[in-house]
């Protein structure tokens, strides 16, 4: 193989009786040879401590740094070996990266070898050295001697940036067509590489792809599926342009499977699995969605499946990358009974990691033929009892995805079992999966009203927000005989339990509701004592006063507490006595609650027994089958259902409860219609505007609130509520009504939303929540550099910008400063940006208030912008004029 | 397509590092830790697959070093641990039953041999022979450069 080396051994021997004679001198004149890498090797791990480990290595830098600064080539080589392993301690070694290039720039092979492994160490994707090192390759992959050229190669393979990867296409382009092998392998994986990072280079290497698959050599045929591979992932054209390829590759596979044993390629008993599982990888590619294609490939891929050697990891890893195929193009029926067989006898090997290609695979088949992946029910829910945290999460997904109407009483009972004992991350998402899986196929609604209790029981005070609020929202909307039933159960359940919040929350927004149904029907039955007028008020005393009790849970209680005056015989004086007390609890939230509540028992007695009357059921109308934004929706129900307590039966306040609007938050407006009753869908009179005004804060603040609830121990949470509610009377506009009584309130585009986003935004000072609805309009847009602003009104008191930029360039900008001025008749207030290096992507963002001083004059702009960009200071500059009305 | 190989030891000391992806150096040491302190902890009979951010880690022990590669989503699994492997035959032939000490003090060594393994994180070649072929040539060109006894003092030492 090194018949072709290019060096000249002549030349070489002259080269090195220099070097002799120079090191001779230098042992006599300068300096001692320095330390052998070994020889440091054995220093640094002779060390005892951090402490001396790192002396060695730092007077070993310094004495490298001071023989770069010598310019000494003869020990280069060496020198530079050292850095890369002082560097894989952890330590800095980027001052090695020039002399680096220096060894690459070297005619002897050792350097070379030893320079370009230290570019693929320690080189990152800064310019100006990718430019040098670009040079380099491009000589050395015209070099005559194949090795370096394969060094070339190979790190233009690793380390290849945009920028290098246009530069060196048509190099690499020539040497795909290199009738030498060794080479010819290692340029198609880098125009893989190079299609990677710079896919419309594409086209340059289409040609050269043609003869790749006649090849007989494997590293040939390997490389290049790997390259057809990703180009076909890279268009559809190009896609198209591939599939008459099907036939080649079913040949190269069956050659595979059939040729008997080549010991070159074996790897116990298989015949080259890395390729046959790129050949198969390429024709899932090249079928999906395909018939025709699909068609071409069924013998083989029954042949594969039928004839692997399944004894070793090898016969799976093409079982595996087999079944997946089959499954995802399209296949005939028996092939994909096939497939799930196969996965089937992959969930009982003893191996675990067969065991979890099997969920990961089950999951991806599920929606293709759930009846298959049923039969394997079982086997999976023992998975869910697996030590290993990572076949746990696999099973538990797959389990989910299994759940349906007929099973669901069996699979919940195992599923609530898992969710007991299962881990922190674990309980979250597993109960608000078992919470949709409820809602959705519950036999009955007692047993749904069961589960849901119970997952409360079994999750703790891990369950999201969405878990509490949806079962308080199927508890409302339950007849009357099941919202007696559980009450008892809740009531049993915080008996021997206060310290789950979740559960306590639900269960005392049950107590509060239906108290009298469970305090007087002398029918029910209890675990526990039967509760009394007096044992419930202790409880709540309890509550209120513990410090296991959180504040959402002690606000829910409150309003319980209220609620259950007015449901109670007797008692009443107790509950006005602790509520009473809260008037001057250290919690904001909690003190209004009590002062507000304790005019209900005073001057406005009257009004008591009416606004606290029992809630109409909740509608159910969940749109949301997903999750994730059934957490943010879950909140807003939450905080209505919470909330609205003190607003269900406002059509019987009077004119002249000034008071109580105070209560209501809508300050000094005094509501004129008194027939007004709050609908759950019809739109209201406009008339009514600061009522539906504080309707719509309670909705539209929820989206805004799960920014910061996630914890159900945070404090803050809902005081942006309270203050929004306070600050209402600020909202003049008229709401649209639809959207704010939408229980799904979403953060909603109109006027409205805006607003309430305002007095909350400020209270959470996040500058994202400011431009919800926000008028947008691009400022500047040049050389991939975008800025735009949104605009909005804040409060009649200033108009605030909020300035966006956006690099869609490659490169990086640093020191980016963004500046702005507005004529005298303006007063410009600039908040810090949110950084100052745009990555290619990146965004910034920076917020400026403009207060206007006299109301005629309109708004300008003069910008500037300057940045560094690949080491050059830019400066641009723009005006703005046309800055929408807001 | 590999992201990284990681090697380390059972006391968590890096052995070997190959990126296929750009990162800074800064978040290449935050994976790294990461893995390493996540493995570590993982016991012997628990399966050789973890999901990491977007990408998905396959390792293995042998002996005292743990091999550990990212790949890709569409990745194959169960194929990477074939990828591991066959660097290990590749060292062992290379070395002679390789133990950790030959990786330490001779790991550009093991550098140059993952370099003929793999190139950008894609297989270039299938056959052992091969490999150990293009690396002993190397070797013979890099000897050839430097006269007899001279190596010792000169060469890489």
């Not at chain 1, 015209?142 to 394969?150: D, H, I, L, M």
């Not at chain 1, 007087?520 to 009394?532: G, K, Q």
């Not at chain 1, 407006?669 to 027939?675: F, N, V």
């Amino acid at each position: 193989m090194n018949t072709d080396s290019g060096f000249n051994p002549g030349l070489n021997m002259a080269t090195i009786r220099q070097a002799i004679n120079e090191t001779i001198e230098r042992g006599i004149m300068r300096m001692p040879t320095p330390t052998r890498l070994r020889d440091l090797i054995r220093q640094i791990r002779a060390a005892k401590t951090q402490a001396e480990e790192r002396a060695v290595v730092n007077r070993e830098c310094a004495y490298i740094r001071s023989t770069f600064r010598e310019e000494d080539s003869v020990w280069r080589c060496r020198n530079i070996a050292k850095l890369f392993y002082i560097h894989m301690l952890g330590y800095p070694a980027h001052f090695g990266q020039l002399e680096c290039l220096k060894l690459i720039a070297s005619p002897k092979f050792t350097d070379k070898r030893i320079g370009y492994l230290g570019a693929m160490l320690l080189l990152d994707e800064r310019q100006d050295v990718h430019l040098l090192i670009t040079n380099c390759l491009k000589n050395d992959l015209n070099s005559p001697t194949q090795f370096v050229v394969g060094l070339a190669l190979c790190t233009l393979g690793a380390i290849a940036s945009p920028e290098m990867a246009r530069d060196l296409a048509g190099e690499i382009e020539k040497l795909m067509k290199s009738p030498n092998a060794y080479i010819r392998k290692k340029a198609i994986l880098c125009a893989f590489r190079i299609i990677r990072r710079v896919p419309e280079l594409m086209e340059i290497f289409l040609p050269a792809t043609r003869s790749l698959l006649n090849e007989k050599n494997h590293g040939i045929l390997i490389t290049g599926v790997t390259l057809i591979t990703e180009m076909c992932e890279n268009s559809p054209d190009t896609l198209n342009h591939f599939k008459k390829i099907v036939p080649n590759l079913v040949r190269i596979l069956k050659n595979l499977i059939l040729a008997g044993y080549s010991p070159e390629h074996d790897v116990s008993g298989v015949s080259d699995p890395f390729l046959q599982v790129k050949i198969l990888r390429l024709l899932r590619i090249l079928g999906r969605n395909d018939p025709e294609a699909s068609e071409a490939m069924n013998d083989i891929l029954a042949q594969v499946a039928t004839n692997t050697e399944t004894s070793k990891n090898v016969g799976n890893t093409i079982l595996y990358e087999t079944v997946l195929t089959i499954m995802d193009i399209k296949s005939e029926g028996g092939l994909r009974v096939l497939a799930v067989n196969i996965l089937g006898r992959f969930l009982l090997n003893n191996d675990k990691n067969i065991r979890y290609i099997a969920l990961h695979t089950l999951l991806k088949t599920v929606n293709v033929d759930i009846s298959a992946v049923q039969r394997h029910r079982s086997t999976i829910l023992e998975c869910l009892k697996d030590p290993d945290v990572t076949i746990r999460k696999r099973a538990i997904e797959l389990s989910f995805a299994l759940v349906n109407a007929q099973n669901i009483r069996a699979m919940a009972k195992e599923l609530l079992i898992f969710l007991e004992k299962a881990d922190p991350e674990f309980k979250a998402q597993c109960s608000s999966s078992m919470v949709l899986s409820a809602e959705r196929y519950a036999p009955t609604i007692r047993w749904h009203l069961d589960t849901l209790l119970s997952v409360l029981i079994a999750a703790g005070n891990y369950v999201r927000d969405d878990v509490t609020s949806s079962t308080i929202q199927m508890i409302s909307s339950s007849p009357a005989n099941e919202q007696t039933y559980i009450t008892v159960k809740f009531w049993d359940a915080i008996q021997e339990t206060q310290d789950n919040q979740p559960l306590l929350q639900v269960a005392v927004w049950c107590i509060g509701e239906y108290g009298d149904q469970i305090l007087y029907d002398s029918e029910l039955e209890f675990t526990n004592e039967r509760p009394t007028e007096s044992t419930i008020i202790d409880l709540y005393n309890k509550l209120l006063w513990s410090n296991q009790v959180n504040t959402v849970s002690k606000q829910y209680s409150l309003v319980s507490l209220a609620k259950l005056s007015t449901r109670i015989k007797n008692g009443q004086n107790n509950i006005k006595e602790i509520i009473e007390m809260f008037g001057s609890h250290l919690n904001i939230d909690l003190q209004q609650r009590g002062v507000e509540f304790t005019q209900l028992f005073g001057p406005y007695k009257h009004l008591r027994e009416s606004l606290l009357e029992k809630m109409p059921a909740m509608t159910i109308n969940r749109i949301n089958g997903a999750n994730s934004n059934g957490e943010m929706i879950g909140e807003g129900e939450v905080i209505r259902s919470n909330s609205s307590d003190k607003v269900v039966n406002n059509g019987n306040i009077r004119s002249n409860t000034d008071t109580l609007l105070d209560l209501l938050g809508s300050g000094d407006d005094i509501i004129s219609s008194s027939s007004f009753t709050i609908p759950t869908s019809t739109p209201a009179p406009a008339a009514t505007n600061n009522l539906l005004d504080l309707l719509g804060d309670i909705d539209l603040g929820a989206p805004t609130i799960s920014v910061n609830n996630n914890n159900n121990n945070n404090n803050s949470a809902t005081s942006p509520i309270t203050m929004s509610i306070l600050d209402d009377n600020e909202n003049t506009k008229i709401p649209d009504v639809t959207t704010m009584f939408n229980i799904n309130g979403s953060s909603g585009g109109n006027a409205q939303a805006n607003n309430s986003n305002y007095d909350l935004g400020d209270f959470l000072s996040s500058p994202t929540l400011h431009n919800t609805s926000a008028k947008i309009i691009t400022v500047f847009d040049k050389n991939d550099l975008v800025i735009t602003f949104a605009t909005s009104r804040h409060n009649d008191d200033y108009i605030e910008v909020l300035m966006s930029t956006t690099n869609n360039s490659m490169d990086t900008l640093e020191q980016y400063l963004f500046q702005a001025a507005v004529p005298k008749s303006f007063q410009l207030q600039m908040m810090s940006p949110t950084g100052s290096v745009l990555l290619p992507g990146g965004v910034i963002t920076q917020e400026m208030r403009v207060r206007s001083n006299s109301p005629s004059a309109v708004l300008r702009m003069k910008l500037r912008i300057s940045f560094v960009c690949n080491g050059n200071p830019i400066l641009e500059q723009a005006e703005v004029s046309n800055f929408p009305d807001v | 397509m590999m992201q990284f190989m990681l090697l380390f030891s059972r006391q968590g000391k890096l052995r070997l590092q190959k990126w296929y992806v750009a990162h800074q150096d800064k978040v290449k040491k935050k994976i790294t830790r990461e893995l390493i302190s996540t493995i570590l902890a993982r016991k012997p009979k628990m399966c050789s697959f973890l999901e990491y951010k977007e990408s998905k880690i396959v390792y293995k022990r042998y002996a005292s070093l743990y091999f550990c590669c990212a790949v890709e989503q569409e990745d194959n699994e169960l194929l990477t641990l074939e990828i591991i492997h066959r660097y290990v035959e590749l060292l062992d032939k290379y070395f002679g039953s390789v133990c950790e000490l030959d990786i330490i003090f001779n790991f550009e060594k093991a550098y140059f041999i993952l370099d003929e393994l793999l190139v950008g994180g894609e297989i270039q070649e299938t056959s052992k022979k091969n490999v150990l072929k293009a690396i002993a040539a190397q070797d013979v060109l890099q000897e050839d450069e430097t006269p007899q006894g001279f190596f010792e003092d000169h060469g890489l030492g």
